[in-house]
């Protein structure tokens, strides 16, 4: 009995250490990342995109004289990552099951129609061949798009799973109706990025840089939530604190490495912006 209590005492003074140490570490390596990459927020930008994305010039929508950080097919697909994110923390807050049979056979044929642009798009780089169809900016950025609502639709339940000691048993979709509404939101962001005002397109640029951490950051933490045992214990957001901290360290830390490996490995930055 008297273990049992000490147990009760002594975890709500480690749990807010552990919290603090988390953070720490994050911050140092966030701190490191942010004094050796290129000034500025698009340098910032740029320092992500370089880890994750070609980056060719053509296959990029511009910011004034510059590309943005991120490929138009990139672009579409982290934006369609955190939109679809937040429509589901919003509509689904701890939904932990996929959507329905017919609805993921939907979801496929998104996957499809973006495996497809994106051959026929890398066909046309090969000398002496060419695609099916002329590839456009337009079309990368919506195939990115769907691809994008996708991972957003693997990745939510299987963390909510994981994170939550009780998580909300209902799909993350729930109808056609309800993908459809998500994929209204999406054409709007869609249309945004088209228009190709330096206003709307600067907030946006930032944005899918900022996605691209999210994702990793989520997934990451999900797997240290399975390392150190921690699966199935939050009741609350600031339960999950630590391995969200700590999952934001190793995003991070990849961002960076990759970085070090293709500069490494070519030489160049790629117009990556110093």
Known sequence: ?????????????RAP???WFAFLIASVIFGLWLLYTPRGLLGKADAVGYAVCHRIDL???QLGLRQLPLCARCTGMYLGVLLALAYYLVRRPKAGRYPSRRLCALLILFAVIWAVDGLNSYLHLVPDMSGGYPPSN?????????????LATLVYPAFNQF?????NREPVLRSFGDLGTLLVFTAGIILLVLTGNPLILYPLALISAFSVVLLLTVVYSTVVMTVLRRENQATQWRQLLVPLFLGWAI????????????????????????
């Open 59 to 61: 296959r990029s929508f």
């Open 163 to 167: 994170a939550w000691q009780e998580f």
């Open 17 to 19: 250490a552990s919290r």
């Open 1 to 13: 009995m008297s273990g049992s209590q000490s147990n009760v005492e002594v975890e709500p003074k």
């Open 138 to 150: 337009t079309l990368r950025l919506i195939t990115g798009a769907l691809i994008g609502i996708c």
């Open 251 to 274: 995003a991070v830390i990849q961002i960076g490495i990759i970085d070090l490996i293709r500069f490494w490995l070519t030489g160049t930055w790629d117009g990556f912006h110093l």
